[in-house]
Nanobody
Framework: VQMVESGGGIVQSGGSLRLSCAAS????????MAWFRQAPGKEREFVAA????????PYSDSVKGRFTISRANAQNTVYLQMELLKPEDTAVYYC???????????????WGRGTQVTVSS
């Protein structure tokens, strides 16, 4: 599975962005997908994940209620709708895929190259 993220950019605090992750491969619909982020000087951290059937969608506490993950299996795409953005949301956002749903970085086998999100105060 190969993924390409898009939708990043610069936004003011309180604004919104929608990230997309386009995946290749006919088995996309059987994979759990997740978004992680990494700020400068910090470790990569979990943001949100979605099971293959979209029934389970865990979120990190820092984004719960502001971010929404979704997927469109027919289009091999997963989304991250981000609302009420804060400067501390500034990071490179990565899409990841794995057979099993997890919130752990090390559990994911496939990664995109990331897209930069910058929130100005």
């Amino acid at each position: 599975v190969q993924m390409v993220e898009s939708g990043g950019g610069i936004v003011q605090s309180g604004g919104s962005l929608r990230l997309s992750c386009a995946a290749s491969g006919r088995t996309f619909s059987s994979y759990a997908m997740a978004w992680f982020r990494q700020a400068p000087g910090k470790e990569r951290e979990f943001v949100a994940a979605i099971s293959w059937d979209a029934r389970n969608t865990p979120y990190s506490d820092s984004v719960k209620g502001r971010f929404t993950i979704s997927r469109a299996n027919a289009q091999n795409t997963v989304y991250l709708q981000m609302e009420l953005l804060k400067p501390e949301d500034t990071a490179v956002y990565y899409c990841a895929a794995n057979r099993l749903l997890s919130i752990r970085v090390e559990a994911y086998d496939y990664w995109g190259r990331g897209t930069q999100v910058t929130v100005s105060s």
